[in-house]
C-alpha cells in the first residue's frame, strides 16, 4: 500500500491497534528507535501462550524476553 493512501486513512491507529488486539497470534510492538529496543505493547494472544504477563515485558527490553520453555522453568 502506498504510503500516502495510508497517511490519509483517518484512524490507522486504531485500526492497527483493533488488529494487534484481536489476532490469535501472539504479538509485541518494539520501540526499535531506543537502543534497548523496548517493548511498547503486548496482545493478549502473546501473554495466553508465553505466562508472561504484561509487566514482565512492556517497558522492558526484548532482550529479557527467553523462550516459552525457559520461561516455564
Do not use: R
Not at 11 to 28: C, D, P, R
Not at 60 to 68: A, D, E, Q, W, Y
Amino acid at each position: 500500500m502506498p504510503k500516502k493512501i495510508l497517511e490519509e486513512i483517518p484512524n490507522k491507529y486504531e485500526i492497527l491497534y483493533g488488529l494487534l488486539k484481536s489476532t490469535a497470534n501472539g504479538k509485541l510492538l518494539v520501540d526499535m528507535s531506543h537502543s534497548e529496543n523496548k517493548i511498547i505493547y503486548t496482545n493478549e494472544a502473546f501473554i495466553n501462550t508465553t505466562g508472561y504477563t504484561v509487566h514482565e515485558v512492556v517497558g522492558k527490553p526484548i532482550g529479557v524476553l527467553k523462550s516459552i520453555d525457559e520461561h516455564d522453568t
